[in-house]
């Protein structure tokens, strides 16, 4: 595998990744306020759902853990990305003139 084709892979393994975590915690969010809307409608004591409720609060903060640590990795693997890169990241005080100087479409304009 070349580099390119890894960094495409490794590119789009991570925004799926970051997708599906925020989708689980989308659908976690949507069920502890099932939930709680459920315990309200059929008018059950608040103590019958504590324990479900603090579980789903408790998965959620694994699954915003989980997310801190992937966003760590994709920022890791950005800073590796920028250093492999042939293609250098800043100009120089005169490399625009040197481009302009150097296409002559842009310098007769």
Do not use: Y
Not at 52 to 57: G, T
């Amino acid at each position: 595998m070349d580099k390119m084709t890894a960094g495409l892979r490794i590119s789009r393994g991570i925004r799926n990744l970051e997708n599906m975590l925020d989708e689980v915690l989308a659908e976690a969010g949507k069920l502890q306020s099932d939930v709680s809307q459920a315990r309200i409608t059929l008018d059950e004591s608040a103590l019958s759902t504590q324990r479900p409720i603090a579980r789903l609060a408790s998965l959620q903060q694994h699954i915003v853990d989980a997310r801190s640590k992937i966003v760590g990795v994709h920022a890791d693997l950005a800073k590796i990305s920028a250093k492999q890169r042939d293609i250098p990241l800043e100009c120089s005080p005169n490399c625009q003139n040197g481009l302009l100087e150097s296409s002559p479409s842009v310098a007769a304009a």
